[in-house]
């Protein structure tokens, strides 16, 4: 069993800033590929990044590429997406999630609210 919690959220302008950290528990972090999902108020959930084991292969929705950047660090157990020029667009709670197995993952993180004013 794995436990993700995601930390960084917070209000910001647009413009600005904000680094998202998703922690793991357990000892197969290193084993599972992970990705941030993000949903806006009153829409579905969208993928924004995903990155492979050994964080080599990363993919991002059209949206967010070229002013997000998602990283892991495999000692720390940690997961980052470094969010920068947002904009209110970008509104929306974040998820972080591991294991993809089936075309879905199988851990959770509980989110993080990430709100760009205008």
């Known amino acids: 069993q794995v436990q993700l919690v995601e930390s960084g959220g917070g209000l910001v302008q647009a413009g600005g800033s904000l680094r998202l950290s998703c922690t793991a528990s357990?000892?197969?972090?290193?084993?599972?590929?992970m990705a941030w999902f993000r949903q806006p108020p009153g829409k579905e959930r969208e993928s924004v990044a995903t990155i492979n084991i050994s964080g080599s292969s990363t993919y991002y929705a059209d949206s967010v590429k070229g002013r997000f950047s998602i990283s892991r660090d495999n000692a720390k157990k940690t997961m980052y997406l470094q969010m920068d020029t947002l904009k209110p667009e970008d509104t929306a709670v974040y998820y972080c999630?591991?294991?993809?197995?089936?075309?879905?993952?199988?851990?959770w993180g509980q989110g993080t609210q990430v709100t760009v004013s205008s």
């Open positions: 357990g000892r197969t972090f290193s084993l599972y590929a």
């Open positions: 999630a591991a294991n993809k197995v089936g075309g879905m993952y199988s851990y």
